[in-house]
């Protein structure tokens, strides 16, 4: 078994709840809270894991699609997360997968139960990964 690993690092800045993220030479930014009713610096956290989902699924049809036999001329998500302040995190994600062919009900659905069991994501998501702190740091 060969093992990849990805970093990220995040970093707060000078202005209050807004935070930068970077994963190789790529830049996304965060905003933690809702100014001028509406985010307008960056996405937040849970925006993010929405898109990481619904980009992880997708990735996942256009990888596997012809192994599966399964043909299709496009693909949108849509995705949805609930949160009811019973918890810090999302209570519920919702996806409504929409594709352009002409393959029956049955296979539609039997090549989404295929990109729910292959999609990497959605396993973190679905089981419960380690998460450990292993070091922390003051700089002065």
Not at 79 to 105: A, V, Y
Not at 123 to 139: E, G, H, S
Request: charged share 25%; proline share 4%.
């Amino acid at each position: 078994m060969s093992l990849t690993t990805f970093k990220a690092t995040v970093s707060s800045t000078d202005e209050p709840f807004t935070f930068v993220s970077q994963s190789r030479d790529f830049t996304t930014t965060f905003e933690a809270t809702q100014k001028q009713n509406g985010y307008n610096k960056g996405i937040t956290p849970n925006e993010g894991l929405l898109f990481s989902l619904g980009a992880c699924e997708d990735i996942v049809a256009e990888s596997f699609y012809k192994k599966e036999q399964f043909e299709y001329s496009s693909l949108y998500i849509l995705l949805q997360g609930e949160i009811s302040n019973n918890r810090p995190g999302f209570d519920t994600i919702d996806l409504d997968i929409h594709f352009r062919t002409s393959k029956s009900k049955r296979e539609i659905e039997s090549f989404v139960k295929f990109m729910e069991e292959t999609c990497p994501v959605r396993d973190n998501l679905v089981n419960k990964v380690p998460i450990i702190t292993k070091q922390i740091q003051t700089n002065q």
